[in-house]
């Protein structure tokens, strides 16, 4: 994306869309009554006050409506992009209606937008946030998961001006901007592995796609294919990836943006490039999404890419852990006993609770490795989805300060999650007769046992468990949102790292 920061006014601007985002009025009279109306010709003026006597320029949130761009105006086309109130305006709503814009626009080839935010006269965010959520839904907005057909409905928005007014320093907003689009390319990074399939998508393609974000940004990557594994004792990844003629692998990914004995922060992610459940084999209704399952390594390296592009003072180790869970002669099997990395022995009684196996590896290894405090994020649990919902996610932690420090981030940058209790008794359903641990609780609060299970490896280090089974993917194209892959969390790992310490 290239982007200018100009100050000039909006009948200068050359531009197919011409976009001035308007707030809710809360005096209800609506942009007939703002002083940049007043710098219209009296034809549009006259063209204005019709539209809104229609209820076109209600600035409610989403609702734009465009004209022809009248004589006086370089732009072809003008869109009214409604905001809502500006007293409840919020990073998620403006990125809900920028994107809804960018979507509508991006429908061709090279197109250009102009965007002025001035009239919004925002109080309720930093001029920072109004403008990196900008940029960053015109990235995300613009880009969809129609990857594999041959005219994609959408193409990305390569060329944009953001109109200031004089009074606003220039160098601040192209910062927030240059943030902004960072941070949607690592959204966007994340969301096109997780709306690849799996005949594209498998643990060794994974791990090449790693090395690239590695060479690009000038981390270190290390991989660990299957003779590594087994040498670091990691059974029960292992056991999962049998089944598959796709070996695993283990990337571990590190950027040093800090000194070497500085804090390190190490964020694990589930990734399970195909879950058809195993022998205890999904039905194809709960199969049919199932590439998405690696969404939770695809965040890690999605937010590992921004980390690095904005050269964050942190160090940062990413996990991810890959395999393919399918069903052959060589599959895993119920009534298995596995030899977790830890020592730790498992018994399997469904092979369809194949993330917990995976993460339970990964983050001892990620233990061992002297992180200071740990992230998991995993596609783990449809009980996590039937607790909060398709747009929540899920939080579980040993520790209240860390969980508080990423909940807290999570808030600053509008993602919606909520905590889930991590009561001892839930670690009770998890006891094996033959075994340490199974590898399932019972029917009900599954998303807890889940987490209670995930505990046994983290070795007593702060540790937070995100549950995307929910947000990760939608399952169907909104007016705000194209449906696949959404990048959730992304932005939360980042501004995570922001502020570690
Ligand atoms: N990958 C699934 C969880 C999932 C469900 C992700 C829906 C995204 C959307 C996970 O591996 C799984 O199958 N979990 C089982 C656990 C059960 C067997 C204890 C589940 O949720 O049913
Ligand atoms: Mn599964
Ligand atoms: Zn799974």
Known sequence: MSYNVISESWN????????????????????????????????????????????????????????????????????????????????????????TIARKTADKKNVKIAI?????????????????????????????????????????????????????????IEQAIAEGEILGCGINLTRQLVNGTAQDVYPESFAEEA?????????????????????????????????SDRPARMVVLKYQGASSDDPVLGLVGKGVTFDSGGLSLKPSDGMKTMKCDMAGAATVLGAMAAIASLKLPVNVTGFMGLAENMVSGASYKLGDVLKARNGITIEVLNTDAEGRLVLADVLSYAVDQKVSKLIDLATLTGACVVALGEEVTGVFSNQTEWAEEVKSAAKSCDESVWELPMFDEFAELLKSDVADVKNIGTRWGGATTAAKFLEKFTGGVPW???????????????????????????TTLVEVAANFK
């Open 464 to 490: 937070v468990h995100l549950d995307i089974a929910g947000p990760a993917f939608a399952s169907s194209n909104s007016d705000d949102r194209e449906g696949g892959a959404t990048g959730c969390m992304v």
């Open 12 to 99: 200068a601007i050359e531009a197919d869309w011409l976009v001035i985002a308007i707030p809710e009025y809360e005096n209800g009279e609506g942009f007939v009554e703002s002083d940049s109306f007043n710098n219209f010709d009296d034809i549009l003026k006259s063209q204005m006050a019709q539209m809104q006597k229609q209820g076109d320029l209600k600035g409610k949130l989403c609702q734009w409506t465009t004209l022809p761009a009248p004589s006086g105006f370089s732009a072809k086309r003008l869109l009214f992009l409604g905001t809502g109130k500006a007293s409840n305006l919020t990073r998620s709503k403006l990125e809900k209606a920028v994107r």
């Open 116 to 172: 002025s935010l001035e009239e919004l006269n925002c109080s309720e965010l930093s001029l920072n946030e109004l403008y990196s959520s900008t940029a960053k839904s015109f990235v995300v907005g613009s880009i969809g998961q129609d990857l594999y057909q041959k005219e994609p409905g959408h193409y990305s928005l390569d060329d944009i001006d953001f109109l200031i007014s004089k009074k606003e320093t220039k160098s601040d």
């Open 211 to 243: 090395l690239n974000v590695a060479e690009e940004y000038g981390m270190e990557c290390d991989i660990l294919d299957e003779e590594r594994l087994v040498e670091e004792k990691m059974q029960s990844m292992l056991a999962v990836a049998q089944g």
